[in-house]
């Protein structure tokens, strides 16, 4: 069954097929397919699993002969693969628990040495977004947790909230959530925490509301989105886990192997943009310098010089792409 971007998955679930899986819309799915380019036999890895749309479609494109690797920090997301791929997918896919910073680690773990196809999807995924008890969202209200793997010992939101200084607190929440009232989101934090500690999504959310005046709430996205995201990452170290996991992924993939990445803020794709270009340079030498001292080659040829986007009909369909950003590279023969 061929996966089209944007569409609704509920609509095309099959027989068997528990309804939780069509619950998270893969964004820039076409895109994706069409630039990785798995074929029959081929080995993909999946680095963010969520929901298993990805997943879906690589284990289509591999066919009979080819295996995937998905992989997921959140153990609910494996838990629901197990039951949407039961019985159809067989020895061909592999699925395992942990963080995409250990990409390769776990690849060999399951005796991969080596992949033709790579992606990572980052952020939530809406099974995530959408669990209250999970604590990523504002929309409704539950405790303050945001771990991706709450079986992990790390600290959560709300932790976080209850015991960094105030200093830390708005360093964090305008680096990560490039939130300029920062300073006053978290004076407001610790001025509340004297009262009560902070403890769910709807304390975090009305503070926030009654910070940031009305007249500078931002026109498309809800004001506590940014404290939000800030917290998230922070939670989850999701940018230094990025950090690896694309230095890992970049190692794992063969010559003539392709890798996308698809990132959610603008932090995230500064990092995957650098990250690839610096791999797509063959020499690293500050421009004054009048030879190569570096001995850095190229490892990737890089195919997006622009991040690919949604397109109108994508965003009609699934609002929340919209701030969603492809970029994909080619992994060189090493020289
Ligand atoms: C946007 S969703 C992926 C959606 C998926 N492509 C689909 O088609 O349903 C992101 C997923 O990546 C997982 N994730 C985020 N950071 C991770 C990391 N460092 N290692 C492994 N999984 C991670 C999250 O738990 C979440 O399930």
């Known amino acids: 069954m061929p996966i089209v971007a944007g569409m609704d998955r509920s609509a095309d679930a099959t027989p068997g097929e528990p309804p939780e899986a069509s619950l998270h819309r893969p964004v820039l799915l076409t895109p994706l397919i069409q ?21 879906a479609a690589l284990l289509d494109r591999v066919g009979a002969t080819g295996r995937v690797l998905a992989i997921d920090r959140d153990p609910t997301a494996i838990a629901r693969a197990r039951l949407r791929f039961a019985g159809t997918a067989g020895e061909r896919l ?35 977004l959408d669990d209250p008890a999970r604590g990523f969202s504002f929309r409704q209200d539950g405790p303050l947790d945001m771990r991706m793997d709450q079986t992990a010992s790390g600290e ?16 964090l929440i305008r680096t990560y959530g490039e939130e300029r009232f920062a300073t006053a989101i978290a004076r407001a934090v610790v001025r509340e925490r004297r009262r009560r500690p902070m403890a769910t999504t709807q ?41 690896h996991g694309l230095q890992a992924a970049i190692s794992l993939l063969r010559p003539g192997g392709r890798l996308g990445v698809i990132s959610f803020h603008s932090l995230e794709d500064s990092l995957v943009k650098n990250a690839l270009h610096v791999a797509a340079q063959n020499c690293l030498c500050p421009p004054q310098q009048p030879f190569c001292t570096c001995a850095h080659r190229a490892s990737l040829l890089l195919f997006t010089r ?16 919209r701030s969603a950003r492809l970029r994909v590279a080619e992994k060189l023969e090493p020289r």
Do not use: M, Y
């Open 35 to 55: 630039n990785l380019q798995p074929r029959e036999g081929q080995v993909a890895i999946d680095g963010t699993l969520g929901g298993g749309g990805v997943t």
């Open 94 to 128: 592999i699925l395992a628990q942990g963080d995409f910073a250990e990409i390769d680690h776990i690849a060999a773990g399951q005796g991969i040495v080596a992949a033709d196809s790579l992606c990572l999807d980052l952020g939530t995924s809406s099974l995530q």
């Open 306 to 321: 622009r991040a690919i986007r949604p397109d109108a009909e994508e965003l009609a369909v699934n609002p929340r792409s």
């Open 203 to 243: 304390q975090l959310r009305e503070l926030v509301e009654q910070t940031i005046p009305r007249r500078f709430w931002p026109k498309r996205i809800h004001p506590a989105t940014r404290t939000f995201q800030a917290l998230r990452i922070e939670v989850n170290h999701e940018l230094e886990s990025l950090r």
């Open 156 to 171: 959560t939101a709300a932790t976080l909230l209850n015991s960094w200084d105030e200093a830390d607190l708005t360093a």
